[in-house]
């Protein structure tokens, strides 16, 4: 275990606070080596932290990555597979148990998929606030809130949970598509060093992108700011993470969610524990954000429940193997009906030891990259290792027929979409979902 935390009968119990980031790739931070100065904040986080090198989200869409985080579940078994499904309604979630253990839990999102009846997410929650302020489509529809609005009804929200131990989600959507030029975090643009790029990348797009992130990231200094001024920061597990990332051209895919390739799968995880402790540190074995919730668990000297099957993020386990599950982006509607389309995956991806075996189910296409020589993943070399990918094949074969087999079996839990609407079909529209 990475050790325990939970505070004695004479401490304040261990505050744990999730800080989340949608769509942020781990390469566009400088604590992950990126070279523009997007996120100074973040990197004197990470400084203060435990910095995870090579964490992979289980999915590349907002709904499945947070379910995962929370269920500590895949997509095919937690049932949140795309964008409008809820979670299952019997699942558990890491806010659950802490409820349970007398934790005051508030969330506060800024996109429309998360929203309570299209997500289940808020199970647990004794305050699930939706932010959504900011508008697209020439000022008519809002489907994500601001930064600065998020954290001030984050701030509100403290004002009232004085002496309490706390668990606390705090999403902002900024750098989501349709990016936000932001004039005062345009950094030097004129050397691209396009060497460090996908050869296919759009760098008008990742202009607009950078400076979101680097928007993102001084409201996240504000808020850090605050915690500290209320004494929770120091004696707090802070958890900093993102869905999953976004791709600007690369491998044939704008935005996210239908490919697995690193550009969307590799995200950003940082963990602070209380005052500190081993800060500084980066960890370079392969890790899921499936494994947050069991961690965190751990740490406050909880046990955790026999249906998580993520692993301590602190124990690093000889040739793990990590499975990732691609889906369409939202459920339909149509004909004033509700109903699900399309629940199984359009592809899968296993990661281990720096590699990756990607499978589209569709036409039984394999890919192979070896990631950690080649980060773009340029060369796909399954032609010339097809010979020695037998085990690899198998395991990601095995891995097929046990999604089959829980899509089959979870039929009569399925509900319908969260009651997708017209009005939410035209918000998620506007995040590119459709």
Request: glycine letters at 8%; hydrophobic letters at 35%.
């Amino acid at each position: 275990m990475g050790g325990t935390c939970r505070a004695s009968e004479n401490e304040q119990p261990v505050p744990v606070i999730i800080i989340a980031v949608d769509t942020l790739r781990a390469d566009r931070l400088g604590c992950y080596g990126y070279p523009r100065p997007t996120s100074p904040e973040l990197d004197a986080l990470a400084k203060k932290s435990v910095l995870f090198t090579r964490c992979f989200t289980p999915s590349p869409l907002t709904t499945p990555a947070f379910a995962s985080l929370l269920t500590s579940l895949p997509p095919h078994r937690h049932g949140a597979k795309r964008n409008g499904l809820p979670i299952f309604p019997q699942m558990e979630t890491l806010t659950d148990l802490l409820k349970a253990e007398g934790y005051r839990t508030g969330a506060f999102i800024s996109s429309w998929p998360l929203k309570a009846r299209l997500s289940g997410l808020d199970r647990g929650f004794d305050t699930y606030e939706e932010v959504f302020d900011k508008k697209r489509w020439l000022g008519t529809i809002n489907p994500e809130g601001r930064a600065p609005t998020v954290n001030q009804r984050v701030f509100e929200w403290l004002d009232r949970c004085e002496e309490e131990p706390i668990f606390l989600w705090v999403h902002y959507s900024e750098p989501h598509a349709p990016y936000v030029h932001h004039k005062e975090f345009d950094f030097d643009y004129n050397r691209w060093h396009k060497e460090l790029y996908h050869p296919d990348s759009d760098f008008s797009k990742m202009r607009n992108y950078d400076t979101e992130v680097g928007f993102v990231n001084h409201h996240i200094g504000r808020l850090i700011k605050r915690l500290k001024k209320d004494g929770l920061f120091d004696r707090a597990i802070v958890v900093f993470m993102s869905d999953h990332g976004e791709s600007f051209g690369e491998h044939g895919e704008y935005g996210h969610g239908r490919k697995l390739f690193n550009s969307t799968l590799h995200v950003p995880l940082i963990m602070k524990f209380p005052e500190s402790e081993r800060a500084g540190s980066k960890l370079h074995h392969e890790v899921s954000l499936e494994d947050v919730a069991p961690t965190i668990l751990g740490l406050l000297g909880m046990e955790r429940p026999d249906w998580m099957i993520g692993r301590d993020l602190f124990i690093p386990e000889e040739n793990r193997t990590l499975f990732s599950e691609a889906y369409k982006g939202a459920v339909h509607f149509r004909r004033g009906r509700y109903y699900h389309h399309k629940v199984e995956p359009i592809g899968y991806a296993l990661v281990q030891r720096g590699e990756k075996v990607m499978l589209t189910p569709r036409n039984h296409r394999f890919r192979f990259y070896h990631w950690a020589k080649d980060p773009l993943e340029k060369h796909n070399l399954y032609l010339k290792r097809r010979s020695g990918l037998e085990e690899w094949k198998r395991l990601l074969d095995g891995y097929v027929r046990r999604v089959e087999e829980y899509l089959r079996i979870s039929k009569q839990f399925v509900r319908n979409p969260g009651q997708m609407t017209k009005e939410d079909m035209e918000k998620l529209k506007t995040l590119g979902y459709f």
